[in-house]
């Protein structure tokens, strides 16, 4: 089937069973990804960032939760699919790298044959070759020695190079998306900006598109084109990477960006914006950033569901205000 876009949600929504009952901790989610580009998705702690990469990957725990909406992945739904052939597109047609490498990798099992494993259910190659295929992508990711490291466990190796090796693992099969939840986190700045290099060069090398989950507003910049901000399990502002720092159209937008660290600053105070993102059953059913938003006003922000509306540079906001604030960004 032809498709411009390697990714297409919409209207997705993820509700759990918890013990205080049924929390949608996903709402009516929409997000594009067209073919060998970077989409960010930024969002504090909480916001429903990882619980959205883990719908699209099938990756959530059936039993206790449950997916509305719509997921295409190069233009297949996926939605509704079985295990089976949601196993058959994972690492073919998309791939992920997680925040914590290590927790990723299984310590009882060489990295080679962890990369390998992806190569011989994917493309049916024997262990030999799979083997030597491993060794080349391990290289590819700038792992020294790579030949005799495929032969090395997790436990050897840093956790930036863990990084690596869930990259080569994730790129075994040139698949058309990556999706890249909080892959620098845990590395420190020197290693991270190696991994950003890095997934910069293999995402030209191999064409992939690319949704990089993030909450550091530093890395989108350096690495998306277009970006999605989520808070409070919804998307509430959708623009390219340029315009979301020149314009920036919802106030929860602007307070991230207020909140970007400024090495020049003489003032060495930390921005924050105020308070946490609520947990998902004590969600307003009005706009959901009211409460912390400096621009709200009562019986305006707090009465009703806000929906998503396009804005002039043709992006889209959730903001019944944001055609008259005149928000800061860094231009
Ligand atoms: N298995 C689960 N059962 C119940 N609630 C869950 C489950 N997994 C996640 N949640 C809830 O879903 C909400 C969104 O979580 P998610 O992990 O997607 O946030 P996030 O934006 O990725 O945050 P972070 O930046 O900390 O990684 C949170 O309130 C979380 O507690
Ligand atoms: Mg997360």
Redesign the pocket.
Known sequence: MPYDNVLEISDLS?D???DRGV?R??DNVGITVPAGTTVGLV????????????AVMGL??TK??HITGSIRICGREVVGLGEDELSNIRGADVSMVF?EPRRSLNPAFTVGHQIGEVLRRHEGLSKKAAHIRAAELLEMVGIDNAKRRASAYPHEFSGGMCQRVMLAAAMACKPRLLIA??PTTALDVTVQKEMLRLMKELQQEFDVAILF?T?DLGVVAQMCDQVNV?YA?QVVESTTTDGLFDDPRHPYAEGLIEAIPDPYSKDRKLKAIAGA?P??WDWPTSCRFNQRCRYAVPGVCDAHPVSLHATPDGGTVRCVRSDELELRGLA
């Open positions: 993820v759990f069973v918890t929390a901790v996903v969002g504090e702690s909480g916001s429903g960032k990882t619980v959205t990469s883990l959530l725990p206790v939760s925040q939840d909080e989950i909450h989520m399990g993102v947990a998902p």
